[in-house]
């Protein structure tokens, strides 16, 4: 079955430095991914998807993430954080041809220092 | 235009005791899951509907009940509460599985 690995369950970072969250997937076809994230006591909204158009995608808030199929990588980035980026992050997969379960990450707890 | 919507916000039980938590979308979506989220474990899918009266097996189904009589509502029913199921319960929906998922605000669980 598809999976995700996040490395790193918390990052900090200074504001208006580099923001950079680590996702590594398996999966047997083409996947779809996805970033979501979610604020304080709410539910998890989208960032950004891929869906095998670009390799690099662009999402809500000034958050990118690039599919990397040799490195079976898609991790998020944004150039400069902003205190209201505090927040968890999660990666997920789902497979394009099986129309199966999306699966999740374990999640990355972004802190943003002033 | 609400989207997913979860009652209620915040539980406690006993062992032992049963319950039913709420899903209902005004999106026209056919799909629609419930999640568990336990810190450092993401998101872990319960159990899943692609439809009216279809509905599947996640990745943690024990313990758990649900049914699909419309396309609107997927109510989630946990039969004997036990202590490993005090959770964050989310309810999500799509238009299909491997689509963005529309996620409500969660039910807190505490089973003691």
């Known amino acids: 079955a598809q999976s995700v690995t996040q490395l790193g369950s918390h990052v900090s970072v200074s504001e208006g430095a580099l923001v950079l969250l680590r996702c590594n997937y398996s999966?047997?076809?083409?996947?779809?991914l996805f970033w979501y994230v979610q604020y304080p006591n709410q539910g998890l909204q989208l960032l950004l998807k891929?869906?095998?158009?670009?390799?690099l995608v662009k999402g809500i808030n000034g958050f990118e993430a690039e599919f990397k199929k040799s490195e079976t990588s898609f991790h998020l980035t944004k150039p400069s954080a902003h205190m209201s980026d505090a927040a968890e992050y999660f990666c997920a997969v789902s497979e394009t041809y099986n129309n199966n379960d999306m699966r999740f990450g374990a999640g990355t707890r972004l802190t943003v220092k002033p | 235009n609400a989207g997913v919507t979860q009652t209620p916000k915040f539980q406690v039980l006993k062992t032992g005791q049963s319950m039913t938590l709420q899903c209902a979308q005004d999106m026209n979506h056919e799909y629609m899951s419930w999640y568990r989220q336990d810190p450092g474990m993401g998101l872990r899918l319960i159990h899943y509907?692609?439809?009216?009266?279809?509905?599947d097996q996640g990745e943690v189904p024990n313990g758990y009940n649900v049914s699909r009589s419309t396309t609107e509502d997927f109510p989630l029913r946990l039969l004997s509460a036990a202590p490993s199921q005090t959770s964050v319960y989310f309810c999500?929906?799509?238009?299909?599985?491997?689509?963005?998922?529309?996620f409500g605000p969660g039910t807190r669980l505490t089973v003691l």
């Open positions: 891929y869906t095998s158009a670009a390799t």
């Open positions: 999966s047997s076809v083409p996947p779809y």
């Open positions: 999500a929906s799509s238009w299909a599985p491997s689509d963005t998922q529309y």
């Open positions: 509907s692609v439809g009216a009266g279809i509905t």
